[in-house]
């Protein structure tokens, strides 16, 4: 590889990973049913000594809940690192085939190229939204209906 490109690679690559990890930084949780369902998702408003509200002015009684979890899902993580990852690369292959054109001028070989950084910044994009759901350790919460659970969980919550 070129070191020019490793110049602009690595700080590309601190970029998304620092994005996905900007993601989740405001109390996002996941909430299921007694039966294991999930039920809704969202951001945190408040927490009482009864209920959860969330962002969208829901609230869900903790009697109703049978477990929270915190953070997003690897899916979340991995797609939008894949994305964010295809786009950059794709991007940066087209400037660098701008940059150096074939002498040709062949359009699928343009394509081609753009491509192949498209489907390799996605690797790349994917691998790091892994590391950072790897890295910020979602919290699993049993509630099950019990009240005492859900002032562990409102404690542990308000303490963080």
Same mark, same amino acid.
């Given at each position: 590889?070129?070191? +020019? ?9 601190? %970029?998304?990973?620092? %994005? ?11 909430? !299921?049913? /007694?039966?294991?369902?999930?039920? +809704? ?7 009482? *000594?009864?209920? %959860? ?5 829901? @609230?869900?009684?903790? =009697? ?5 979890? @915190?953070?997003?899902? #690897? $899916? ?12 950059? !690369?794709?991007?940066? @292959? ?5 940059? +150096?054109? *074939? *002498?040709?001028?062949?359009?699928? /070989? #343009?394509? =081609?190229?753009?491509?192949? $950084?498209? #489907?390799? $910044?996605?690797?790349?994009? #994917?691998?790091?939204? %892994? ?8 919290? @699993? +919460?049993?509630?099950?209906? *019990? ?14």
């Amino acid at each position: 590889m070129k070191p +020019y490109l490793i110049k602009i690679l690595i700080p590309v690559i601190a %970029l998304m990973l620092g %994005l996905s990890g900007m993601a989740q930084q405001h109390g996002f949780v996941r909430i !299921f049913d /007694l039966q294991g369902k999930k039920i +809704y998702k969202g951001h945190v408003i408040s927490i009482t *000594d009864s209920s %959860l509200t969330l962002k969208d002015n829901v @609230t869900f009684m903790a =009697t109703e809940i049978g477990m929270i979890k @915190t953070k997003r899902s #690897a $899916g979340h993580n991995i797609g939008w690192g894949a994305a964010i990852g295809a786009a950059t !690369f794709a991007g940066l @292959t087209a400037a660098f085939y701008a940059l +150096y054109p *074939d *002498d040709d001028n062949d359009f699928a /070989l #343009a394509a =081609t190229v753009i491509f192949s $950084g498209a #489907a390799i $910044g996605a690797g790349v994009g #994917a691998a790091g939204g %892994l590391v950072s759901f790897v890295i910020k350790k979602s919290k @699993t +919460y049993e509630i099950n209906g *019990d009240l005492d659970n859900w002032m562990a969980f409102k404690d542990k919550m308000e303490n963080k």
